[in-house]
């Protein structure tokens, strides 16, 4: 498990303690976007089309701090845009990092190494590098060479400053499943805490819309990937999100488990769709239509949805639904998933296995990130 035990601990006490108090809804993660502009452009990226004048702007540090409160998340995860643009990144961080809260940097790394100085080595603190596959790949996505190299080397870096560091990678219809495999061999070597996977969303605003994946060639996809996968290889995500990517375990979407502060407020319903703001996150929590959004509400921009932000959430209700989805976490940690997991092909329309459901497909919570 490659989640250090102080989040696992922070995380399950403030589920117990929101499940204690009745509440079905609350949030695990803040994902606190500071800015929005970033120095590269990405083709799969929809949150660098807005208008220069919004690009230029950014939240001030009292606005952070004050979101990171009110939403009382245990975790915060900062992504953008580039994080390390932001003139006044060290101040939010460091403020972060006093409420002890596990923080989460997230960055294409192209100014990491340069700024490790201004950062203090905490057990609070990690950077997620932005890798999107092996070299080729990477580039390839980010639209710029050289950056898979620039990255890695700031990773060696911060490894050796005494940071935690993870990495994050989207995947896309020309992922070759060899290729990767290969490619999370390599992202160990470098020391790296754990790594995190997802299918790339369809950003209506993305300039490039021909290599986001749909829901049957994504689990197709990850169960290549994953088969037999080594216990060599740390993720930094539970492994029942791993089997949902597998298409092993059914899960429905829980936006709220994440939700997103930005320069524009709380953002309905989540990070990856922008339909509309609450003023406070109490408005966002009470007065959003959450029945809207999810597979299960029919909702087109939903249907092909896989990522992390929504159903993480979802991998934490199962565990703690029942005594059996503990057990079945604790099995599955101590064992991995069933060498049985079904036919390689899926039913494009499978029957709905609830979050009790019996082995093979097995709930799990390693933790949030």
């Excluded at 080729?136 to 980010?142: K, M, P």
């Amino acid at each position: 498990m490659s989640v250090p035990v102080g989040q696992m601990v922070a995380v399950v006490g403030h589920v117990l303690r929101q499940r204690l108090r009745g509440n079905a809804r609350y949030p695990l993660v803040l994902m606190l976007e500071p800015l929005f502009r970033c120095n590269l452009a990405c083709g799969g990226c929809g949150k660098i089309q807005h208008p220069a004048a919004v690009l230029r702007r950014h939240l001030s540090v009292e606005q952070c701090l004050a979101a990171v409160d009110e939403c009382g998340a245990p975790v915060v995860s900062i992504p953008g845009g580039e994080p390390l643009l932001h003139p006044d990144i060290e101040r939010i961080v460091e403020g972060i990092v006093a409420r002890r809260k596990y923080l989460y940097l997230c960055t294409n790394a192209l100014k990491l190494e340069e700024m490790l100085p201004r950062f203090r080595p905490s057990p609070y603190l990690a950077f997620s590098v932005h890798l999107d596959g092996p070299r080729e790949e990477h580039d390839h996505a980010v639209c710029r060479e050289g950056v898979y190299d620039v990255a890695v080397a700031a990773i060696k870096a911060a490894r050796r400053a005494g940071f935690r560091v993870t990495t994050n990678s989207t995947l896309f219809t020309d992922a070759d499943p060899v290729r990767y495999r290969r490619f999370f061999d390599e992202v160990m070597a470098l020391g790296v805490e754990g790594m995190m996977i997802s299918p790339g969303y369809p950003y209506a605003k993305a300039p490039d819309q021909d290599h986001f994946l749909p829901r049957r060639r994504s689990e197709a996809l990850f169960r290549r990937i994953l088969e037999a996968a080594p216990r060599r290889w740390r993720f930094n995500q539970s492994p029942v999100f791993l089997e949902f990517l597998k298409g092993a375990w059914d899960l429905e979407c829980r936006p709220w488990g994440t939700p997103t502060y930005n320069l524009f407020g709380w953002q309905r319903p989540c990070y990856l769709l922008e339909e509309g703001y609450a003023t406070t996150f109490r408005q966002l929590m009470e007065e959003t239509d959450w029945d809207a959004y999810g597979r299960a509400s029919g909702n087109p921009k939903c249907g092909n949805c896989m990522v992390h932000c929504g159903y993480e959430p979802a991998a934490v209700e199962a565990t703690f639904g029942s005594l059996g989805g503990l057990l079945a976490t604790a099995r599955l940690v101590l064992f991995g998933p069933p060498a049985d997991q079904g036919p390689t092909s899926v039913d494009p329309q499978p029957a709905a296995r609830p979050s009790g459901a019996s082995l093979p497909q097995l709930p799990i919570l390693e933790q949030v990130a």
